[in-house]
């Protein structure tokens, strides 16, 4: 038992480091993401507002697109 | 027994691997990135002295006036001062070229500036804002960053089928927080076989406080060419930028659709900007495989999702879009002049 907690903590550890350093390049890869994914919603936008959110219930990109009275729609983009 | 350490074990490899490997990297050339600006002295003797190849500098000429600083920056190898400087004189001759085109009552005001500025690159009287590049040791003051992936192609963004949805009517947060465009200017350098963009734009004060209220800190004015074609106007890779924007850097067009072709220099923290301040981005390129184009700009606020992220990577790398908003779509003709109707 003794040894199996000490396990998990050293696991623990070790992820949590892992975590960290990868944490920046993780965030890059997130945003260049989006905005590859901010490109394909453009031209759904014409001259609305719009931006993307990740959608991780479908694991696409929600377009999400204002008019200037504040209406909104919404397209879903792949991943990729 | 040998099964329930494995998990352990194999995740302690992976931790020694890297350290090994970050370990080996000293022994070749280290990507490095200054972190704070500096003097042209201090550049002289801790950064170019030291690298093997310097790949971007970007120089702040400061010119008390009606806009403080400007940023030149230039992208190559082996860069060096007088090579950014020299680069940064033909900015600054474009600029003064595109006055006459321009029917702004500020072009006297801009001439004179320009004038100044002039005088202070031919005399090295400006601070070295920020350099990029390679090194065989750790030089002073720098992060060691793992460099730009090489750009990848990517698959047609008009394959993106979808149906947008209506849904319920929100209030419009904060305001309109984009800023007011005042005109495109796209023409050949005064360096020969290069061209050049300038889009120039201010914010109001309702502008700026709209901006603030939505809670994103950098901004982009993106000039985005139409390539739907293939035929563009610019090329792909940009030779030197400029931007008197505060905080301002160029941003990466790394992994965008090659249908529509981004050109931008941003600001990371758009608080610091003045209203009713024109404002100028430039970007120049090598000739693009056509001699008449057209494009729009799109203006883009963001933000940084991860803390930390653009301390390591940079602002390029890691700022997020907010939102949007497109405007004269294909109006700016390349070449040309398209001043705010």
């Not at chain 2, 050339?29 to 002289?44: C, G, R």
């Not at chain 2, 990371?268 to 494009?295: C, F, H, K, Q």
């Amino acid at each position: 038992m003794k040894s199996r907690s000490r396990s998990l903590v050293v696991l623990t550890v070790v992820l949590a480091a892992i975590m960290v350093l990868a944490g920046p390049f993780l965030g890059a890869a997130y945003s260049i993401a989006g905005e590859r994914a901010t490109n394909r919603c453009m031209p759904l936008a014409g001259t609305d507002y719009f931006h993307v959110e990740f959608n991780l219930w479908g694991f696409n990109w929600r377009c999400v697109m204002r008019d200037g009275s504040g209406n909104t729609t919404e397209a879903f983009l792949p991943l990729f | 027994m040998r099964n329930k350490y494995l998990p352990i074990l194999g995740a302690a490899a992976l931790l020694c691997g890297s350290i090994l490997s970050s370990a080996s990297a000293t022994e070749q050339d280290q990507e490095f990135k200054t972190l704070s600006p500096m003097s042209v002295s201090q550049f002289e003797s801790e950064i170019a002295s030291k690298a093997s190849d310097i790949t971007l500098i970007e120089l702040v000429v400061q010119v008390p006036g009606q806009l403080d600083s400007q940023t030149f920056g230039s992208l190559g190898t082996g860069l060096t001062l007088d090579s950014v400087v020299k680069e940064s004189l033909i900015t600054l001759a474009d600029m003064k070229s595109s006055v006459s085109d321009e029917s702004t009552k500020t072009s006297i005001a801009d001439l004179d500036r320009y004038s100044k500025i002039e005088a202070k690159l031919r005399t090295k009287s400006f601070k070295v804002g920020s350099a990029e590049g390679k090194s065989k040791s750790k030089l002073w003051d720098t992060t060691t960053v793992n460099g730009r992936p090489e750009k990848v192609k990517t698959s047609s963004t008009a394959s993106a089928k979808s149906t947008p949805v209506a849904l319920a009517a929100s209030a419009v947060p904060c305001g309109i927080w984009r800023p007011n465009f005042h005109a495109n200017i796209a023409a050949s350098s005064t360096y020969p076989g290069q061209r050049y963009d300038q889009l120039k734009f201010a914010f109001t004060q309702g502008q700026l406080d709209a901006f603030a209220c939505t809670g994103s800190t950098g901004f982009e004015p993106d000039l985005v060419t139409d390539n739907y074609d293939t035929f563009h106007y610019f090329g792909d890779s940009i030779v030197s930028f400029s931007s008197t924007m505060p905080y301002s850097y160029l941003d990466t067009n790394f992994m965008d659709a090659p249908e529509e072709r981004v050109y931008t220099v941003g600001t990371y923290n758009i608080a610091a900007a003045s209203p009713w301040t024109e404002y100028t981005s430039y970007v120049r390129t090598p000739l693009g495989n056509a001699d008449s184009d057209r494009a729009k700009v799109v203006w883009q606020r963001n933000s940084e999702r991860v803390p930390g992220c653009s301390l390591v990577l940079g602002a390029a790398w890691c700022l997020f879009s907010d939102e949007s908003k497109t405007e004269y779509a294909w109006k700016f003709p390349l070449p040309g002049t398209y001043l705010a109707p």
